[in-house]
Every structure is written in C-alpha cells, then in structure tokens.
C-alpha cells in the first residue's frame, strides 16, 4: 500500500496557467508538508499543516496556496505558473511528538513550465 | 542563520567504506537525520541522532557532535545499488522543521 501518494506525477504546463498538486498520506499522520526540490537538487520547505492548520509558511511567492481539507490530504494550488516554478516537488508527512520525528515523502510530482 | 554544508561529490570502490560529513548551524536544534534519495526517486530515511554518540543500523552509521556542529554517515561494505545522494538534515525548533543540507552525490564503482 502506498504511504504517500501524489498526483500527478509529472506535470507540463505554459507560463502563466493555474494548476494543483495533490496529496494523499495513510499512515495515520498528523503532519503534512510541501517541499520543493530545484534543479541542483535542494530541497526546501514551503508549508507545513499540523491538523489542518498551517505552521510553517516560508518565504514563498503568494502565488502558491496550500489547502488542507483534512490531516491525511495536502493539496498545493499554484497560480500565474513561471519558469522558476520548474522543480520536482516532494510531500510529506509526519507524526508530531513521535520519538523520531521522521518524515515521509512522496514520489515527487514534476513540474515543468515552458 | 541556518547553514548545512556536505561535500558535493564523493566516489567510492565496491567494498570499501566511506563517510560522509555534515556541519550544520542552526537555531533550535533538536536531531540530525539522514536521508538517502536515489536519481529521479524520493528520499527514505536512513537515520536519526538527537544525542552525541554513534548510532548504528546494519552497513549504515550515523555520529553526531553537538557541541562541534558535527555529524557524518558512515557506510560499510559498499554495494553498487549504494550509488546515490545522501542528504543531511538539521531537525529544528518545534514544528518539525527539517534543514536540508544540498546533498552529497556518492558514486560507488565496481
């Protein structure tokens, strides 16, 4: 069974177009978050929900709107696509006040925006 | 601030050993992990150390140095299937927060 899942999985779309990420985790997490993974291969936190709430929001363009119907889904909505926004990005998720504190991602969604 | 550094590239013979360092700055601190991310795949897990000391998982290692800032990942008898990035990553403050080191591409030949 798949723990963290993402759709889609690759994604190619022209500038200026509004698409969503979505995702799904079943292990029972309480905590979500969104990554993004540039061409050299950083990886950086966008957002985190902690039971639908938002906790972490890092500098990150308002074109980017993170939307937690419930604990075990994390969508990312991005508008006004731009070049820059070409990376592979990665959820996860997490149980908070665990012992390990480890979190778990997904397969990744490409996005590639020409 | 917060600041991870690794070393970029590494290579490394099939059976041999190799180990990957990491000095990290950041503020509140609470555990080093290590991830490992092959080409085109997601991070796994490979460790976590919130204390000094070296914690040890079958071929893999992981120390941590608090007071120096310091961890590395160490790893035994090297297989092909071990060429990969291997990333460093600060645990803080207390909204589970992981600081990414950029990754260290290890490249394992027969």
């Known amino acids: 069974d798949t723990a963290v899942s993402q759709t889609p999985k690759y994604l190619v779309t022209q500038m200026g177009n509004d698409k969503s990420i979505k995702c799904e985790q079943n292990l029972g997490h309480d905590t979500m978050y969104w990554y993004k993974q540039d061409s050299k291969k950083f990886l950086k936190i966008m957002f985190s929900?902690?039971?639908?709430?938002?906790?972490i929001n890092e500098t990150v363009p308002n074109r980017f709107s993170p939307k937690s119907p419930d604990k075990a889904h994390l969508n990312l909505h991005i508008n006004s696509l731009e070049l820059g926004d070409s990376a592979v990005y990665f959820c996860?998720?997490?149980?908070?006040?665990?012992?390990?504190?480890?979190?778990?991602f997904g397969p990744g969604t490409r996005l590639t925006v020409t | 601030g917060q600041n991870i550094d690794q070393p970029t590239e590494m290579t490394a013979t099939e059976g041999a050993i190799v180990q990957i360092n990491c000095t990290y700055q950041?503020?509140?601190?609470?555990?080093l992990f290590w991830y490992q991310q092959h080409a085109g795949e997601a991070p796994t897990f490979l460790s976590y150390n919130v204390l000094d000391g070296l914690e040890e998982k079958g071929r893999f290692s992981s120390f941590l140095s608090r007071s120096k800032g310091y961890s590395y990942l160490l790893l035994k008898e090297l297989q092909m299937k071990d060429s990969a990035s291997y990333l460093c990553?600060?645990?803080?403050?207390?909204?589970?927060?992981?600081?990414f080191g950029a990754g260290t591409r290890l490249a394992v030949h027969p």
């Open positions: 990553a600060a645990f803080s403050g207390g909204y589970n927060k992981l600081i």
């Open positions: 929900y902690n039971n639908k709430e938002l906790i």
């Open positions: 996860a998720s997490s149980l908070r006040g665990g012992r390990v504190n480890e979190q778990y």
């Open positions: 950041t503020s509140g601190f609470n555990g």
